[in-house]
């Protein structure tokens, strides 16, 4: 009774505690717009972007653990296992919405764009009148305080995870259409079965020889015991032909001992020989009932979203290959974490830039050389290459 309680009151528990994490989730961000708008010039951009990015992952950990009872569930598939492109978007994603949030809030204040940048809607202004073009200064120079630029770069590098990603989606989706070839285990599990009819016949041939020895061995024991009866109760001059009987019936009760010893261990060997043939079945067997339970078409799942593991990002997704390590999916791995990390450096420098955070009429965001992006999209070309090709043997 008490441990059905105390399980009653964990379960009623649980709840409220989600209940105070959201709430507190959401404490914080109000803090942090409250901050950003008010402390802007005390608290840092950047230490406030960084903020921003702690409350997105305490977030998704939230989600997570609400949705499949792990920090990190955001990252688990429809397959129970740890997902590399969904790691992807949601590091492109925290970067640049956290950066955009960290920019734009302050902007919005009434104060937010400075007289200092009045000078530069003035010279806006005065260019426009200058160029002839006949646009009307007032129009062309309005202050934009949501006016955040993402350069082509990033937006390409974000289409490309997002391409990466749907592209992943389809070729899994095509592959589970499949089903798993799985003759050559059920003729394994044939072959182990045969085996251990061969060892259990084997064994009982043995185990009946024993007995039939172990009787013989008994009979010639009572024999012998009836020899030694005879040889004390005869007289003196009848003892020298008892004698001979007890000897007589002695060998041959060695002898028949000897045989069911031997018989005895030719049986335990025929046994232990047993035993391995039907440990090596229930393997297999179990292999293969697990390699049809562990399918979704080609694909290898997990039961639960308990067996997921930061492994997944690594290896294959197959039943052929997911105990493989991917090496497109390391290398993918290595690119998007360098391109990321130096992006969010080139977004830091920029946070500290009060004055471009304060142009009024655009901030654009840091740019990078297209070569890397051409060196992501050949990543993530190889990536889905080697997705599209089968490892696993498919049935007819």
């Known amino acids: 009774m008490e441990t059905g309680a105390s399980v009653e009151a964990t379960d009623k528990a649980r709840p409220s505690g989600q209940l105070f994490l959201f709430l507190l989730f959401f404490s914080l961000l109000v803090g942090w717009v409250v901050v950003s708008w008010r402390e802007h010039q005390i ?15 305490f977030f998704l950990a939230l989600v997570g653990r609400e949705v499949n009872h792990r920090v990190d569930g955001a ?57 002839g073009s006949g646009a009307n200064p007032d129009e062309a120079c309005i202050r934009e305080p949501l006016n955040i630029s993402f350069p082509p770069e990033l937006i390409l590098a974000m289409g ?7 592209g992943s989606s389809l070729v899994q989706s095509s592959k ?11 003729a394994k599990v044939d072959a182990a079965r045969r085996q251990r009819a061969i060892t259990d016949e084997a064994r009982a041939q043995k185990l009946a020889e ?27 001059d009848a003892k020298p032909d008892a004698q001979i009987k007890v000897n007589a019936a002695q060998a041959r009760y060695d002898a028949a001992d000897k045989a069911r010893q031997k018989a005895a261990n030719e049986w335990q060997l025929a046994e232990d020989a047993f035993t391995k043939a039907d440990q090596e079945f229930a393997k297999i067997e179990a292999d293969t009932e697990k390699a049809r339970v562990e399918s979704d078409g080609l694909l290898h ?35 998007t974490l ?43 070309g190889a990536y889905l290459s080697v997705k599209t090709v089968d490892h696993t043997k498919t049935g007819n």
């Open 43 to 57: 608290f840092l951009a950047v230490a406030r972007w960084l903020c921003m990015i702690g409350l997105m992952l």
């Open 75 to 131: 990252l688990i598939d429809a397959r129970n296992k740890l997902s590399l492109s969904r790691l992807q978007i949601l590091l492109w994603t925290i970067l640049t919405l956290s950066a955009y949030l960290t920019i734009v809030l302050p902007r919005t204040l009434p104060n937010g764009l400075d007289a200092v940048t009045s000078a530069i809607v003035n010279e806006c202004q005065t260019n426009v009148k200058n160029s």
């Open 160 to 166: 490309i995870s997002a391409a990466s990603f749907a």
């Open 176 to 186: 589970k259409s499949k089903t798993v070839n799985i003759e050559a285990r059920d």
């Open 210 to 236: 024993l007995n039939r020895l172990a009787q013989s061995a008994a009979d010639l024991k009572t024999e012998l015991e009836a020899a030694q009866k005879q040889f004390n109760e005869a007289a003196v």
């Open 301 to 335: 799942k997990n039961a639960s979203t308990a067996d997921a593991r930061w492994a997944d990002l690594f290896r294959g997704e197959e039943i052929g290959d997911y105990q493989l390590i991917d090496m497109s999916k390391v290398q993918m791995f290595f690119f």
């Open 338 to 380: 360098v391109i990321v990390f130096a992006y969010g450096v080139a977004v830091a420098s920029l946070l500290q830039d009060t004055t471009a955070l304060r142009h009024p009429l655009i901030v654009t965001l840091p740019s990078f050389s297209s070569s890397l992006n051409t060196l992501l999209g050949i990543s993530h």
